[in-house]
């Protein structure tokens, strides 16, 4: 837990993900598409990616990937990062954590 809680907050968006997943890749191209560049950890990738796993379920995340943080904060999987994006409060979000300068 306390890994995924230091990884999530060194940078404005963070995504974990599994490179196999199409719903974390559909994330991932949401946040490039708006000009946001996320640090993203593959967890099927990374040593202790079935520890950061669990971490994130324990989290209430689910399923585990993909799972998006904002500012350091938890803000849900492919379903809430969608809604936000629907509803318009993605971006001032985004603005908020310094992960979009306009």
């Known amino acids: 837990m306390d890994r995924v809680a230091k990884l999530a907050s ?3 968006v963070v995504i974990f993900s599994k490179s196999s997943c199409c719903m ?9 598409e708006q000009g946001v560049s996320p640090a993203i950890y593959e ?8 520890e950061m796993e669990w971490a994130l379920v ?14 350091g904060k938890f803000v849900g999987s492919a ?11 993605l971006k ?7 992960a979009l300068w306009l």
């Open 79 to 89: 379903n809430a990062v969608m809604t936000l994006h629907l509803n318009g409060s």
């Open 24 to 32: 974390s890749h559909a994330i991932k191209r949401l946040f490039y």
């Open 58 to 71: 324990r989290l209430g995340c689910q399923p585990s990937v993909p799972a998006v943080f904002i500012g």
């Open 92 to 98: 001032k979000l985004l603005k908020d954590a310094g």
């Open 43 to 50: 967890l099927d990738e990374e040593s202790r990616g079935k």
């Open 10 to 12: 060194q940078k404005a």
